[in-house]
């Protein structure tokens, strides 16, 4: 599990679980209090994520909307998009091409 960037932009790689969860959320939650406007997050290098990994995209959203940002998903990689369908969350989050 790796994070890299800065304020307006963070990648994601390796797993997202439970195991890694809290330092995820805790550099998503310092990018989002340290900029302004979008927080990209590239999901390109990410294999897999599970419930808890879900629970932290969800809870940075939230985040973001208190502080006036948007938490912008891009280039999710397809089983992980399939994921977002079927709980509908694709609705909710903002998800770039």
Avoid: K, Y
Wanted: with cysteine; aromatic share 2%.
């Amino acid at each position: 599990m790796h994070i890299r960037g800065d304020h307006a932009e963070l990648v994601v790689g390796g797993r997202l679980d439970v195991r890694n969860a809290a330092d995820v959320r805790m550099a998503l939650h310092s990018a989002l209090d340290a900029g302004q406007g979008d927080l990209v997050l590239d999901l390109r290098e990410l294999d897999s994520w599970d419930a808890t990994g879900l629970g932290v995209i969800m809870g940075a959203h939230r985040r973001a909307g208190r502080c006036g940002r948007r938490l912008v998903l891009r280039d999710v990689p397809p089983q992980m998009r399939r994921v977002l369908v079927a709980t509908r969350l694709h609705r909710i989050l903002t998800i770039a091409p």
